[in-house]
């Protein structure tokens, strides 16, 4: 992912991790389960990491764009989509990070 995409996708997290109606107990939990994620994210294969990115940006990429970029066949884009979510909740199930963190 380029460094424009990694700005517009931190501000987002800047927003969900630092909302003004979060408590500061959720606050630093949430720091936590981004850096992990993250970290998680960046543990898939490059084309896995930049599907995943692109589709949870703020920036729109048109499937065919996307299917261009990450090498796949369009109608690709849901099942490997399906396949990396699938992949990382294992992960996050690894790291202790259940549904319980994300509330």
Do not use: C
């Not at 380029?2 to 500061?24: D, F, I, K, M, T």
């Not at 949430?30 to 599907?51: A, F, W």
């Not at 729109?60 to 490997?80: C, D, K, R």
Request: aromatic residues 2%; hydrophobic residues 35%.
């Amino acid at each position: 992912m380029n460094e424009q995409g990694r700005r517009e996708g931190s501000e987002v997290v800047r927003e969900a991790v630092a909302g003004p109606s979060l408590l500061p107990d959720q606050r630093a939990i949430n720091v936590d389960i981004v850096r992990t994620l993250r970290k998680l994210i960046d543990e898939l294969s490059p084309q896995r990491g930049t599907l995943i990115r692109s589709l949870f940006s703020d920036t729109h990429h048109a499937y065919a764009n996307l299917a261009h970029i990450v090498e796949i066949p369009l109608g690709g884009i849901g099942p490997t989509r399906a396949r990396v979510l699938r992949q990382l909740r294992h992960k996050l199930d690894e790291h202790d990070v259940g549904p319980d963190a994300w509330q």
